[in-house]
């Protein structure tokens, strides 16, 4: 077994904890956890038997972990885990409009015989 990493990732200022870890030669598999607020917000759980074989070496289950890792903490950092922004003023007020004209046509339509 390899040992993991656990690091600290910002992102316009909220901070998401990253961890990756190897299951062990008997699960085959690296695990990466995302954390914010204490919650996991994303998971990603990577099968290296098929690539290494039944007995891989330590190099290069090291070398997978790390690139899973790196790919995580570069995915946080640009936002991938951030929750989407909420929409312009221009772009809700452009939506209720439509909405509107929805519901005033469907009224005018049950009126009409």
């Known amino acids: 077994m390899v040992p993991g990493y656990n690091t600290g990732v910002t992102h ?3 901070e998401y904890h990253v961890q990756t870890e190897d299951l062990g030669v008997r699960a085959g598999a690296i695990l990466t956890l995302v954390y914010q607020g204490g919650a996991i917000i994303a998971r990603q759980k990577n099968n290296y038997r098929e690539q290494l074989g039944e007995h891989p070496a330590v190099e290069a289950v090291k070398r997978l972990i790390d690139a899973q890792h790196q790919d995580f903490m570069r995915r946080a950092a640009a936002g991938d885990f951030a929750p989407p922004e909420p929409a312009a003023a221009g772009a809700e007020d452009e939506i209720n409009r439509l ?7 469907r009224a ?3 009126i009409q015989p």
């Open 99 to 105: 909405i509107e004209d929805y519901v005033r046509r």
């Open 108 to 110: 005018e339509r049950k």
């Open 12 to 14: 316009k200022g909220v």
